[in-house]
């Protein structure tokens, strides 16, 4: 028999059978909604005002363009569910469906409210609509047939208008207040207060089916903006995510007159859907810029094709840590302008993915890393080294969608850069647009990419570094015990939460998030007027947090991301202590490689969840180099085309909140109901901290075993692990880990999004084991659903029972054109110390290898 600390390889599911999906008993609402005859009062005036404005609008434009029919778009807020809706809209002439989406959180009222909780907030739907005159006649008459009998029978596939109806809360045209938001509002007003003549930003124009549509709408965005002295200076159209963005460059009087009580026409213009500020990703230098000694160069040669791929700044290729280990891509030809000094962060993440810090084990990854830069050195920086960013003149969602199609399609004559690419890092996110709600159209590119490709994306958190106050007079610290100077660091922390949302594409759905704890390797000296404020694993104060899109489960994993040291901002109010982070080359953090300075010390610390991200991206990898020495012995029982999807279980799997539980819920007595206890940890830690190493092996007490498959619409595959004998009327700690991961097609005009909804429904009764960590309806909003049990009770069982794990599929957010990939890990075990052999009797249990059924 191995010995308890010796690893064993995973092990392979036998051949899983199909079968129907289980079915699920849908929720039923609990909303009051008005009667008839109260929504004629409502709603009436308000389609008169909708008839008024389209006629005052056709006047409008008569006079420039005789006989032209205006294009606007109609909104339709509804309260409570309404299926089907745009089957209706199809049906009827002249009507667009352009975008669905949820609303939250509304303000009950005397019509409108909870019939078991009146006070309890109501969810609903936005429906924008593209409509002309002859559509806007049809929705005028359907409303007044309605009007006149809410019985009435439509004409055939219209009748869901009878339910828009009676739950229709408002409905108006978009307008102007809708298009310029807040984000954009502040951003313009920022760049004006600094002096600038020329303010860069984002159109997103409506995207219709039509191409003649979107050439109409090009044109008059060109047209408006240049009526304003300004300049298109890019355009993209991706309809796969219902994309039209414009890159605009308008001089300060432009903007202005933009910001006035009466905006140009540029502002109402129907063709506009949002303003936004330039989306743009960029890695902040630290304070300092000192070095550390060079480190030696570990001797191991590099081999194959790449699985790696980093979207990121550009590296120092020649770095002695480096030579070799990359495959530089630079299409643009940025490197010629791109000075060594500069290379700062592309260099660290490559450093990082390849060796892990380097105050580690510095075990170097067997194969090269491709790297296509997306970020480059801002040429009106005046420091050293300057700030890198993703250019300003060119659309950020355009840029990463040619460098993806690039790896695997090629470009233009150009052959497919890197198609053995199964993970691709993005340790980069867009500052001016933290998540909220509704998707960015970076994390849809993804989530695309993503499915189309069956490719993982490793993207980071975001970091946020903002001031901490603590609950103790001015200049006490030095007096406190470490314990209480991490009970208040902590306690501030977890108090303020409003301004540490995600930062896009960070909600991506596809992609796996990873957000940092507060923990690396190095040894530094304690310099007393530097604290080191929070526990060791514990939450990262920099670390941005969910939830994500629906709620789901975001950011999906933490890691280690580098500890950061504080110290006590002075002069200060006398009863609080102000303390700020200190960004800083030197230990704590991860030791990464970086440009030499005039002293030749290459290398430095540096911390973040773009740390975080590359460490998870180098997992993958060596997860990688684990599939393939299983696939070695049995080629067809792994398929490589499920080899990102495998890989997103894989690092998941290993996931657990352990003592982040404990510490987060212990600075948070206020919160007593269970369920938001789950939730609030999950917004912090997601699933937990991972454990990489320990989901790539087994070991005689702990089994592991994965399997692949596919599923259409209304399909069920079951997977069965035998339960080891020696269990049988044995009192012992055990534990069922259970992680199901697929990549989901989208539908980016669906409020759901979401495509597929797979799940599982984990057999944890028949272990004799009680649910950890997150909620059972949290852990399936997403595309990774995590769970962990555990129990030790005796079990009563005969040898050859077994347990069934059955994965479902059912569409969500609109048709499944095709079957959609999943993977599925799962471990038993018994806790450290049992001397039970449960790999040893599963493995002899096990006599089919994983099979790919449909």
Known sequence: MPRMSEQLPLLLFPRPSSTDREKRKPGWPHTHLPDPERQRDRLAPKFNILQSAFDARRIQLQAAAPNDDPDLVVVFETIG?????????????????????????????????????????????????????????????????????????????????????????????????????????????????????????????????????????????????????????????????????????????????????SPPELAHSERVMFFRPRGQALARPEDDDTRLPSTDVPIRTVSGVPVVAMLDGLPLQNHPLLAGRLNIDDPDGWESTYEAKDRVHGTAMASLIAYGELDGARVPLGKPIYVRPIMRPDPADARSPRQESTPSDVLLIDLVHRAVRRIFEG??????????????????????????????????????????????????????STDITLETPRESLSALSSEERSRLALSAHLSDSL???????????????????????????????????????????????????????????????????????????????????????????????????????????????????????????????????????????????????????????????????????????????????????????????????????????????????????????????????????????????????????????????????????PPHDGFGASRMNCDWQHVQRGTLQHEVFEGENALAFVDGAEMVFKVNCAEDGGKLQEPVSFALCVSLEVGEGVNLPIYQEIRERVSVPVGLRA
């Open 411 to 464: 470009d233009g004559e150009a052959p497919a850069a890197a198609p053995t690419v199964k993970v691709i890092n993005l340790s980069v996110g867009d500052l001016h647009r933290p998540f909220d709600k509704e998707l960015s159209p970076w994390a849809r590119l993804l989530d695309w990419l993503s499915y189309k490709y069956q490719v993982l994306f490793v993207v980071s958190a975001g970091n946020v």
């Open 499 to 761: 301004n540490r949302r995600l930062l896009t594409p960070a909600e991506s759905i596809n992609a796996l998030t990873v957000g940092a704890v507060h923990a690396d390797a190095a040894r530094f000296p304690i310099i007393s007027t530097r604290y080191d404020l929070f526990p060791e694993f514990g939450v990262s104060p920099f670390s941005c947090i969910g939830h994500g899109f629906r709620r789901a489960v975001k950011p999906d994993i933490v890691l280690p991301g580098g500890r950061v040291l504080h110290r006590e901002r002075l002069p200060g109010v006398p009863e609080t202590t102000q303390v700020n982070l200190i960004n800083s080359n030197a230990a704590p953090g991860h030791l990464v490689a970086a440009p030499p300075d005039s002293s030749g010390n290459n290398t430095k610390y540096t911390r973040g969840t773009s740390n975080a991200a590359a460490l998870a991206t180098r997992g993958a990898a060596q997860a990688h180099a684990v599939i393939e020495s299983l696939r070695a012995g049995s080629p067809s029982d792994i398929p490589e085309r499920f080899d990102g999807v495998l890989l997103k279980a894989i690092l998941a799997h290993g996931a657990e909140w352990g003592n982040l539980e404990r510490l987060i819920l212990s600075s948070r007595p206020d919160i007593t109901d269970w369920r938001k206890k789950q939730d609030f940890v999950a917004r912090f830690v997601g699933y937990g901290l991972a454990d990489i190493d320990r989901a790539l092996s087994c070991t005689e007490q702990r089994a592991t075993l994965i399997g692949v498959g596919e599923l259409n619409d209304g399909d069920g595959l079951e997977f069965r692990a035998p339960l080891p004998p020696c269990l049988s009327a044995k009192i012992v700690k055990r534990r069922l880990t259970v992680t199901l991961a697929w990549l989901t097609p989208v539908n980016a005009r669906h409020a759901k999004y979401r495509a597929a909804r797979l799940w599982i429904k």
């Open 81 to 261: 569910p309404v299926d089907k809706f745009i089957g209706a809209v199809k049906r009827t002439p002249g009507l667009e469906w352009l975008l669905e989406a949820d609303e939250v959180d509304i303000e009950p009222d005397d019509d409108f409210f909870d019939i078991e909780e009146r006070e309890k907030p109501l969810t609903g739907r936005l429906f924008l609509l593209g409509t002309n005159r002859q559509a806007l006649s049809e929705i005028i008459s359907l409303w007044s047939r309605y009007q006149a009998d809410s019985k009435v029978k439509l004409d055939h596939g219209l009748g869901t208008w009878k339910g828009i109806f009676k739950h229709l809360r408002d409905v108006r045209f978009w307008g102007v207040r809708d298009r310029v938001g807040y984000d954009i509002l502040q951003f313009w007003e920022n760049h004006l207060a600094c002096g600038d003549e020329a303010v860069r930003f984002e159109i997103e124009a409506w995207c219709f089916a039509s191409q003649d549509k979107n050439n109409q709408a090009a044109d008059e965005i060109k047209r408006l903006v240049t009526a304003q002295g300004g300049r298109v200076l890019q355009s993209a159209l991706i309809s796969d995510i219902a994309y039209h963005g414009f890159l605009i460059e308008m001089p300060a009087d432009g903007v202005r007159r933009l910001l006035s009580d």
